[in-house]
């Protein structure tokens, strides 16, 4: 199984970018997708993750400002960054809980997977 995150840049102030993470390779079923965060000198951070059935939950430093979605069909998930500051500029990881067979999601045995990261930086 394979995570591939894009849609990474340099925004100004205020400006918007959209990432995308497409998971590829032995997949039955999804469950929990999420996006993490990175800055230099800083533990990697949530920023928002989704589960299947679409409910969300965000950090308080991104709440009103970004909004996670997913595609089910595609495998994909989505974080749609607005208003974005300086302080949002980090490393940003994407992240999925990943069934890769029937017999793993009868026994509920999942394993996490991160994609490559792609950089954000917000500079004017």
């Known amino acids: 199984v394979q995570l591939q995150a894009s849609g990474g840049g340099l925004v100004q102030p205020g400006g918007s970018l959209r990432l995308s993470c497409a998971a590829a390779g032995s997949i039955f079923s999804i469950n929990d997708m999420g996006w993490y965060r990175q800055a230099p000198g800083k533990q990697r951070e949530l920023v928002a993750s989704?589960?299947?059935?679409?409910?969300?939950n965000y950090a308080d430093s991104v709440k009103d400002r970004f909004k996670i979605s997913r595609n089910n069909f595609k495998n994909t998930v989505y974080l749609q960054m607005n208003i974005l500051k300086p302080e949002d500029t980090a490393v940003y990881y994407c992240?999925?809980?990943?069934?890769?067979?029937?017999?793993?999601?009868?026994?509920?045995?999942?394993?996490?997977?991160w994609g490559q990261g792609t950089q954000v930086t917000v500079s004017s």
């Open positions: 989704v589960t299947t059935g679409g409910s969300t």
């Open positions: 992240n999925a809980d990943i069934f890769s067979s029937g017999s793993d999601y009868s026994s509920g045995k999942s394993n996490h997977y």
